[in-house]
């Protein structure tokens, strides 16, 4: 039987990276202890505290040159409060004309299309955002029904009556708010960021790695590893110098494998500079 490589994996996006099982010391979940730098540099993002040392914490990510998950879902944040921002506008901008006796036309209408069709562009792009756009469906389709009963009522100078119908649909922002709260909670949810604490000499943690998705201790066979080439650079989405090779094994996925040795040579020139 061939000998075997033994590795501690993890998830970046949909590829698989591994290490040297004899290079972990622990796997920890107190991501909320790092101390964040102002400014990253190949990925080092902060310091934390284990036995005493104080660690550098690498986003093993931004390392390879890789967008993480937490980076899409703060743009995904971020994005949330725009949308929930615009219908709160829009809200306002319909109250502030009644207000002022100004007619609502189908052009006010046109200035939201692209709000009213953000949520099903996004669950096209984001399986995981289909939940808020089916939460959205029927409290947009209210809003939008109000917009063009307002049309009419304005149009018709009903002042009092375009007033109490948008006011019966402060309802439908109540619950355009709670879908995107509810988004926010699953998306921040489904980051389980773990730190995977690495030595130099088996005894002594020497800095921790960043990640967000763990996965199984793996063994491949020694025959199965394939060192990487630059013929490799353009179909590898990432810094192919940062891997020492793919571990390959039949049943088993490709696995990166992502020496230390690199990520110690960083640490140092790091804190020389």
Partial sequence: M???????????????????????????????????????????VGTIELETRTLPVIDVAHFMGL????????????????????YQDWVQELERKISRKEKITRSDLALYTNLLKWDTEVASRNSGLKQLAKALAKPKEALISTCERLITLTSQQEWKHAEASLEQQKQSLASIDNAFINAQGNLEANVKQALIYVTQDGRTPYLALLVEQMNDVLSYPNAGFIPCDSQQKDELKFDIQKLDGIYTSAGLPDCYYLTCNKLFAVEQQLASA
């Fill in 2 to 44: 061939s000998e075997q490589k033994k590795l501690i994996t993890f998830y970046i996006k949909d590829g698989l990276f591994g290490l040297d099982a004899t290079q972990v010391l622990l796997i920890g979940h107190d991501t909320k202890a790092i101390k964040s730098l102002a400014l990253e540099q190949q990925g080092l």
């Fill in 67 to 86: 967008q993480s998950l937490t980076d899409e879902n703060k743009g995904l944040l971020n994005q949330f409060k725009m949308v929930q921002q615009g």
